[in-house]
């Protein structure tokens, strides 16, 4: 797969809000330890607006600012605010309906620079960016010119990033109030990040 399509990064959106629906429940529950337990809820509501934006789009950069723009509009929290911020960035990265190798990479890259903007969370602050950063950097970092094998290693990152959160101590929002109370439970935004990308992977490996 050297080229992904704008119908291939729909079927990925899709397949995304397809297995995080699927665990919502547990994303909830692992906010609860150390949230306010409705991330799952959160990032439902928060990819539902952002495949129905989607499926409108004919070509990439002005379906990447209208489903950054329009989850943020639609669906209040930071949830949405950072996912907004990755869409939109990944919009002034892309354009036309084909994305060859480096686009792709170029889109992942814009994507997490505009998320930067957003949060002063980095690695080992037990948050969504532990699953982000590590996933944009094997993205990168993937030699291989096979679109399939890039979305993998992004998955595989951040399966590893948010499985690294368990033993982190939260530094960041309510979470940071437990301390060392909130060691032993991984980030529920890192899961449900980490589920995106391993969704995004899933999704090309059947093409």
């Known amino acids: 797969m050297t ?12 397949t995304a809000l397809s297995n995080i629906k699927a665990r919502e429940d547990e994303f909830s529950k692992l906010d609860a330890v150390i949230g306010d337990g409705d991330h799952g809820q959160a990032i439902v509501t928060a990819m539902s607006a952002i495949v129905a934006t989607a499926e409108k789009g004919k070509e990439f950069k002005t379906m990447l600012n209208d489903m950054g723009f329009d989850v943020m509009m639609q669906v209040s929290g930071s949830t949405s605010t950072l996912l907004g911020a990755f869409f939109l960035g990944m919009s002034d990265h892309a354009s036309g309906t084909e994305l060859d190798t480096n686009a792709v990479k170029v889109m992942f890259a814009g994507g997490l620079a505009n998320v930067q903007k957003q949060t002063k969370a980095q ?54 109030n437990y301390g060392e109370r909130s060691i032993g439970y991984m980030d529920s935004g890192a899961a449900s990040w980490s589920c995106m990308f391993a969704s995004f992977a899933e999704a090309a490996k059947e093409k």
């Not at 992904?4 to 079927?11: A, E, M, R, S």
């Not at 993937?142 to 993998?152: A, G, H, Y």
């Open 123 to 176: 690695k080992g602050d037990k948050t969504m960016m532990d699953a982000l950063i590590p996933a944009v950097e094997a993205i990168q970092n993937c030699l291989s010119e096979d679109i399939k094998d890039v979305l993998n290693a992004g998955a595989e990152a951040a399966l590893v990033g948010a499985q690294s959160t368990i033993n982190l101590k939260a530094n960041f929002g309510r979470a940071r």
């Open 3 to 14: 080229q992904l399509t704008i119908d291939n990064f729909k079927t990925m959106l899709a």
